[in-house]
């Protein structure tokens, strides 16, 4: 597998960073995972972007323009074998003697980059769906940025695991005058993934605040279902809704779409991946080849 790093194409095997890398002690850092299909990158323009709102929300400046990203990524698309590849694209703010405060003047950042083979979801996932467990959202208030610092999603992912169940989702508890509200909260994505609510041929997307992750996959879906006359609506989604759900869809750049047909050790709606999941998931597949074709 050949990586790129600080400006230097290598075997992974080769590739070195300090111990007072500020992503290795401090979690100082961002990251983006695109998709490749057929050697093409998927929404480039969307996860660069979306890089750079993660980048602006730590202070850190961008080390590349569009272009440049461009051409590392297509570099390293070229240097590895797989047709359908999943770039990880990883900065920290840099090496730097240990103190939290930003070094000034401002060291050199990081740039780390990877691909590896993607893995879509195999056929028997996606006639079975995925089973799923609920838990508190207990992670900071600025989840709209894609930072290194993963502790608490690790840490959430891994009830799902040890339940036998693929994904955690997460409700954000609910405070009225400062009051918690026992049985409120509101839900807002997955450990690693976005998650939609079907009630009644509507489809229900928590939200792009500061409580989630704008995930490029959703928004693909909430342009299929714009320009497909699908239902649907924006708004924050109850927990009471999401138990109460006709069908669930997990979404990431990884697992594309897929149905949640258990939560909770109970069946989602019929238990069975729904009609809005069929539909998605045909639209999603059509965009991607017509988008890998030009
Ligand atoms: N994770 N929310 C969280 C917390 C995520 O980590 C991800 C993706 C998403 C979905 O975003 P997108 O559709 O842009 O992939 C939502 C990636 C795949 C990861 O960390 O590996």
């Keep these: 597998m050949t990586i790129y790093l600080n400006g230097h ?39 660069l972007l979306r890089l750079q709102h993660s980048l602006d929300g730590i202070k850190l400046a961008n080390p590349h323009s569009d272009s440049e990203w461009t051409g590392i990524i297509d570099e390293l698309i070229a240097r590895n074998a797989a047709q359908d590849q999943y770039l990880y694209l990883h900065i920290t703010r840099g090496v730097a003697k240990r103190d939290h405060a930003f070094p000034s003047p401002p060291v050199e950042p990081t740039v780390f980059m990877m691909s590896n083979p993607l893995l ?3 056929a028997d996932l996606l006639h079975s769906g995925i089973a799923c467990v609920t838990a508190p959202d207990n992670r900071w208030l600025r989840c709209d940025i894609k ?23 997460l409700i954000r ?33 928590p939200p792009k605040d500061n409580l989630m992750l704008p995930g490029i996959t959703y928004d693909v879906v909430l342009e299929l279902a714009d320009a497909n006359g699908i239902p649907y609506e924006v708004r924050k989604i109850a927990v009471a809704e999401v138990f109460a759900a006709d069908e669930l869809l997990l979404t990431s750049s990884t697992k594309e779409v897929l149905a949640i047909t258990q939560l909770d050790g109970k069946p989602v709606g019929t238990g069975k991946p729904g009609a809005m999941f069929a539909q998605m998931y045909a639209l999603y597949q059509d965009f991607k080849r017509d988008v890998m074709r030009v």
């Design 147 to 169: 930072s290194i610092a993963l502790l608490p999603n690790v840490l959430l992912r891994q009830m799902a695991v040890d339940a036998g169940c693929a994904e955690t989702i």
């Design 9 to 47: 194409y290598m075997p992974i095997e080769d590739a070195k960073i300090s111990v007072l890398d500020r992503g290795f002690i401090f979690g100082d850092g961002v990251y983006e995972v695109i998709p490749v299909y057929s050697r093409k990158a998927f929404r480039v323009a969307e996860h």
């Design 120 to 122: 879509t979801p195999p």
């Design 173 to 205: 508890p609910e405070f009225v005058n400062a009051e918690f509200v026992s049985g409120g909260g509101f839900m807002t994505e997955g450990a690693a993934s976005n998650i939609f609510v079907v009630k009644n041929g509507k489809l229900l997307a």
